[in-house]
Nanobody, 124 residues
C-alpha cells in the first residue's frame, strides 16, 4: 500500500519561496503520476501540477506554470514542488496524490492515493 506524506508547509511572507516535499513509502513511485493539489479555505480543491515519476515529464495548470516547479528524486522516492514569489492566493492546504500509471496527467477523480496535506500560510 502506497503512503504519501507531505511536508514543508508553513508561514511565509508574500514574495517569498517555499519547497514542499512529498515522500512515498511502501511502494516505489515509479509507474505513478504524482499530482500536487491545493485547497484554500472555502474553495474547492484544485490541481496545481503533475509529474510523471518515471520520466520526469511535468504538467502545470495555466496559473501555476510561472511560479511553481515540480521535480522528483528517485533515490528518495520523493516529489518536490518549489513555489516562488508566493502570493496571498497561494495560501491553502497542499496535497500530493498518486495515480497508478504513466504520464503526466492528473485528474483529481482519478488519483488513487492521497497524502494528508501540508498547510501554507502567506503573510503580507
Amino acid at each position: 500500500q502506497l503512503r504519501l506524506v507531505e511536508s514543508g508547509g508553513g508561514l511565509v511572507q508574500s514574495g517569498g519561496s517555499l519547497r514542499l516535499s512529498c515522500v512515498g513509502s511502501g511502494v516505489s513511485l515509479d509507474y505513478y503520476a504524482i499530482g500536487w493539489f491545493r485547497q484554500a479555505p472555502g474553495k474547492e480543491r484544485e490541481k496545481v501540477a503533475c509529474i510523471s515519476f518515471e520520466d520526469g515529464r511535468t504538467f502545470y495548470t495555466g496559473s501555476s506554470q510561472d511560479r511553481f516547479t515540480v521535480s522528483r528524486d528517485r533515490a528518495y522516492n520523493s516529489v518536490y514542488m518549489n513555489i516562488h514569489n508566493l502570493k496571498s492566493d497561494d495560501a491553502a492546504i497542499y496535497y500530493c496524490a498518486a495515480r497508478a500509471g504513466s504520464g503526466d496527467i492528473c485528474y483529481e477523480r482519478t488519483m488513487d492515493f492521497w497524502g494528508g496535506g501540508t498547510p501554507v500560510t502567506v503573510s503580507s
